[in-house]
């Protein structure tokens, strides 16, 4: 999941921004989600290093502080360097500053037309997702799944467990960040997730790589994110 930040000192251009980005992840079904705005570049920054999630910046150059939209870009490539960067600005001409501070913007959006910036914020989100769609599935394994009409991509790693839901026919996939349940069945996902997963019991597969500690007098398998999930005497020995 990409998360979506904003940095807008005008309240009222910020509040658009945001009802744009919210309103274009909704129709598009795209995998992310608005997690902070703000007009304080510094109160942004430090949302920005507890975040664990690549991100995608919209970010006003001009922020009249004395820390600008293009500073500000420079100093989250140190606490994210996959992230994509838009500058959304009235200051088209400043866009050769983004070079001189190495912040490689992805896009620029212009305020001077309001319907053709909507298009433009839309038209950023898209991209980006592909991109990082693209960039995951070269550098890691993922497990792409459909819940809520949108197609969801969870890195492997990322993954604890999966555990049958009480909803006839769904599975609920236990992951770093979040809980997804989506329709399948625990046969298909062993047979199309490798050795690494494991059929502990019949109502989980389990992640080795995850996995922190196995009491085999509880039968309890404890996972490295403090979860827990139940463990069958027959498969202890593949644990």
């Not at 690549?54 to 870009?73: C, E, P, Q, V």
């Not at 006839?168 to 960040?177: E, G």
């Not at 509880?218 to 139940?230: A, D, S």
Request: with cysteine; net charge neutral.
């Amino acid at each position: 999941m990409l998360n979506i930040f904003v940095c807008e000192d005008n309240a009222v251009q910020r509040q658009i921004i945001v009802k744009t980005i919210q309103n274009a992840v909704l129709i598009e079904e795209l995998d992310m989600q608005l997690v902070f705005d703000a007009g304080d570049p510094y109160v942004l920054l430090e949302k920005v290093k507890t975040s664990q999630n690549t991100g995608i910046y919209f970010l006003d150059i001009d922020l009249n502080s004395n820390m600008n939209g293009i500073k500000l870009a420079q100093q989250i490539r140190l606490f994210d360097p996959r992230g994509f960067i838009i500058f959304i600005t009235a200051h088209s001409e400043l866009s050769y500053m983004t070079f001189q501070y190495r912040v490689e913007a992805m896009d620029f959006v212009l305020k001077d037309n309001p319907a053709e910036a909507k298009v433009k914020i839309r038209e950023c989100l898209i991209h980006a997702m592909e991109r990082y769609t693209l960039e995951t599935n070269k550098t890691h394994k993922v497990y792409t799944i459909e819940a809520g009409g949108r197609k969801i991509s969870v890195d492997y790693d990322d993954i604890f467990f999966f555990e049958t839901s009480g909803n006839i026919h769904k599975i609920i996939l236990h992951a770093k960040d979040r809980q997804i349940e989506f329709y399948g069945t625990m046969k298909e996902l062993a047979d199309r997730l490798g050795e690494n997963f494991v059929r502990c019991h019949r109502s989980f597969l389990a992640n080795r790589k995850n996995i922190k500690e196995a009491d085999a007098k509880k039968r309890i398998i404890y996972f490295t994110n403090g979860e827990t999930c139940l463990m069958s005497a027959r498969m202890m020995k593949w644990l």
